[in-house]
């Protein structure tokens, strides 16, 4: 790879995709890809691929045989999400789609366009697009032509890479504070006035003093405890360039007093979303940290009556919270590119345009990444009515860093376990993050 780049490998949790379909057995529409790891790996070598051909979609013409690529193996053929994806060939055009998890994507990815053979459209996970775009694995949306008018700004930045875009949003999920109605109210705890750190560590003392338990989080190594972890991170103000900041620290004394006083379970150093999802589910737990994707099976739960409310910044007003999802991209192609390209542009405007764009959304349990198409789904189901403001105030966990990301994360996850490893002690939680930044 040029530059001796490394691409990143975003592993699908596998672990989820089984979680997803035991909720689908409740909830149907439930179920989507959720990164899970961040790993440094070499791409195979070789020579930059010869772009070859380079015309917009609008100068080829849809062929018979269109290739798709998703990392979705849980929807298989004949699923939802498989019929909204084939009911958008071009007439005269069969799509054929297949599936897989998101770090044997990338590699497929990486040899298919290698050797020539790559497929018309692939959805990436978003952390992976800076790499991707630098390997020169992707067209840009402007030679593919891909439309991306009517995407928000913040959704669509990792998919800018040196001022060009590179494909468009599928959607958003996002990270919000679940809690045990039940439990809250039975400690005298309003959900409203969590609105800052102080606010909810009094709200998990009080539910604590009532003999429930505390709060439930991911900060399992890798990726996926990142992920669950930057909201505390950003809403402390702290920078992904200066991890051994005094604001990161306190980020990390959060977490780790949870544990230290035992609010959160030890578990937490180990547990996927999943897992800590399905201890939220015990009813045991007063709050429960955890994504949009769960908010339907949420609403439907008959054990206990389940709320949200956004994470809250240190002081005040909202965290922000990483953006979740993947892109539609059209891969770079060395031979009848026009034709691929229109192949490309043809069925991602399909997916996320027109009439299409909220079934897409929902078949996914996205959020749009379009205010007007967000706004219808608001107005079809107010469970997503707390999660638009968090998905509009989300950051990309790559806008700021492009393809230096994976490493900062790999630092960041080493902070955290052992900030989580510390249990409160703050010389272990400031050293964890002094150590881990290299300072």
Not at 62 to 75: N, S, V
Not at 211 to 236: C, H, L, M, Y
Request: proline fraction near 5%; include cysteine.
């Amino acid at each position: 790879m040029g530059g001796g780049r490394q691409a990143v490998q975003c592993e699908l949790d596998d672990e989820k995709g089984k979680a997803m379909t035991k909720q689908n057995l409740r909830v149907a529409g439930i179920g989507l890809a959720m990164v899970t790891g961040l790993a440094l790996t070499a791409c195979s070598g070789g020579s930059t691929p010869n772009p070859g051909e380079t015309g917009a979609a609008s100068e080829g013409t849809t062929t018979a045989e269109i290739t798709f690529w998703d990392p979705y193996p849980q929807h298989q053929s004949g699923s939802d999400w498989d019929n909204v994806v084939k009911a958008c060939a071009p007439e005269g055009s069969t799509i054929t789609r297949s599936s897989a998890p998101q770090t044997d994507l990338f590699n497929q990815l990486t040899t298919a366009v290698k050797e020539g053979n790559a497929p018309d459209v692939v959805l990436l996970d978003n952390p992976m697009m800076p790499e991707a775009a630098l390997s020169s694995l992707l067209a840009t949306a402007e030679q593919a032509g891909i439309d991306t008018t009517g995407i928000d700004e913040n959704l669509l930045g990792p998919g800018i890479v040196d001022g060009v875009t590179y494909g468009v949003p599928m959607g958003s999920n996002a990270l919000g504070l679940y809690y045990n109605a039940d439990i809250l109210e039975a400690a005298g705890v309003d959900p409203a006035s969590i609105t800052s750190w102080d606010a909810l560590n009094s709200a998990i003392e009080q539910v604590v003093a009532t003999g429930s338990k505390g709060i439930t989080f991911s900060g399992i190594a890798g990726e996926e405890g990142v992920f669950q972890f930057q909201p505390w991170f950003w809403g402390a103000g702290a920078d992904l360039s200066a991890l051994d900041s005094p604001e990161a620290i306190s980020a990390g004394q959060l977490v780790s007093d949870w544990i230290g006083n035992g609010y959160a379970p030890k578990s937490a150093l180990t547990d996927n979303q999943s897992a800590s999802w399905d201890l939220f589910l015990t009813g045991e737990y007063g709050f429960a940290e955890n994504g949009s994707w769960f908010a339907a099976a949420a609403a439907a739960n008959e054990g206990f009556e389940v709320g949200m409310v956004p994470i809250p910044g240190k002081d005040s007003g909202l965290a922000p919270v990483p953006t979740g999802g993947e892109f539609a991209v059209a891969p770079l192609q060395s031979k009848d590119a026009s034709d691929h390209y229109a192949n490309a542009s043809a069925v991602i405007g399909c997916l996320i345009g027109g009439e299409n764009a909220m079934q897409t959304s929902e078949t996914l349990g996205y959020l749009s990444a379009k205010p007007d198409v967000r706004a219808e789904q608001v107005a079809a189901n107010d469970q997503w009515t707390p999660w638009a403001p968090i998905v509009e105030g989300a950051q990309g966990r790559t806008t700021e860093l492009g393809a230096d990301y994976p490493a900062v994360s790999a630092q960041l996850s080493e902070a955290l376990q052992g900030a989580l490893n510390a249990a409160g002690d703050a010389a272990g939680v400031e050293d964890a993050f002094r150590t881990a930044a290299g300072s």
